[in-house]
C-alpha cells in the first residue's frame, strides 16, 4: 500500500492568497484527520471525517479554513485568505475505523509570506 | 477534554543506554496510548501503542507501561543506537477518535 498522499508536499505562498492542500487516504480506511503541526502549539486536530462527513471541525482556527471530503478517497484543505500565521507543516492521517491507529501522511509544508 | 504532559522536553543520552520518556493523563476514561516516532522533515510513525486492559507492552527494544490508578505511562528505549534519535509524541484517546497529544520529547542518542 502506497500510505496517505498529500500533495504539495511544500508550498509557499503570499498573505491573501487562497491555499489548497490534498490528501489521499489509504484504501479501505474511512476515517481521516487533518493535523497542522507548529513549534509553539504542537500537533492539532483541525477536522475529523469518518465515512466522508466531517464529524468534528471544532479546531478549524477560524472561517478562513476550510476542509471537504467528496469520496473516499480524497480530501482537501482550503485557507483562503491565507496569513503569515498560517505557515506550519499539515498533516493528514487515516484509520480504519476513527478508534484505530492512526496513519500520517508525509505533511505538507505551507510557508505564507 | 483531555490533557497529555510529557517529560521531559529533551533527553540526551549516550549509545547503549536506555531512554525513558513519561506522560501523564487527566481524563480518567482513557483507555488508548499510542507514541509516534517523528524524525526531522518526516511525518509521525507509530511505533508501539497500549490499550488500558494491560499493563505493559514490549516490542524488541521498546516497550510501554501503564499505571491506570496514577494515570500514567512510559517509553523505554533500551540499547540505545544513533537512529533512534527523534521527536516521540505520547497520546490518549478514550475510545473515539480524538488523539490528544505530549508536547514532545527530542531523544539525542549520542554515539
Known amino acids: 500500500d502506497a500510505g496517505v498522499i498529500q500533495s504539495p508536499r511544500h508550498e509557499v505562498t503570499e498573505m491573501g492568497q487562497e491555499v489548497t492542500l490534498r490528501c489521499k487516504p489509504i484504501s479501505g480506511h474511512n476515517s481521516l484527520f487533518w493535523y497542522r503541526q507548529t513549534m509553539m502549539r504542537g500537533l492539532e486536530l483541525l477536522i475529523y471525517?469518518?465515512?466522508?462527513?466531517?464529524?468534528?471541525d471544532s479546531g478549524m482556527p477560524e472561517d478562513r479554513f476550510s476542509a471537504k471530503m467528496p469520496n473516499a478517497s480524497f480530501s482537501t484543505l482550503k485557507i483562503q485568505p491565507s496569513e503569515p500565521r498560517d505557515s506550519a507543516v499539515y498533516f493528514c492521517a487515516s484509520s480504519l475505523k476513527g478508534t484505530d491507529t492512526q496513519y500520517f501522511g508525509p505533511g505538507t509544508r505551507l510557508t505564507v509570506l | 477534554g483531555e490533557n497529555v504532559e510529557q517529560h521531559p522536553s529533551t533527553l540526551s543520552v549516550q549509545e547503549g543506554d536506555s531512554a525513558v520518556i513519561k506522560c501523564t493523563y487527566s481524563d480518567s476514561a482513557s483507555n488508548y496510548f499510542p507514541w509516534y516516532k517523528q524524525e526531522l522533515g518526516k511525518r509521525p510513525q507509530l511505533i508501539i501503542d497500549?490499550?488500558?486492559?494491560?499493563g505493559e507492552k514490549k516490542d524488541q527494544r521498546i516497550a510501554v507501561t501503564l499505571n491506570k490508578t496514577a494515570k500514567h505511562f512510559s517509553l523505554h528505549i533500551t540499547e540505545t543506537q544513533p537512529e533512534d534519535s527523534a521527536v516521540y509524541f505520547c497520546a490518549a484517546s478514550n475510545d473515539d477518535y480524538k488523539l490528544s497529544f505530549g508536547a514532545g520529547t527530542t531523544v539525542t542518542v549520542r554515539a
Open positions: 497500549i490499550r488500558s486492559n494491560v
Open positions: 471525517f469518518n465515512n466522508n462527513v466531517p464529524i468534528d
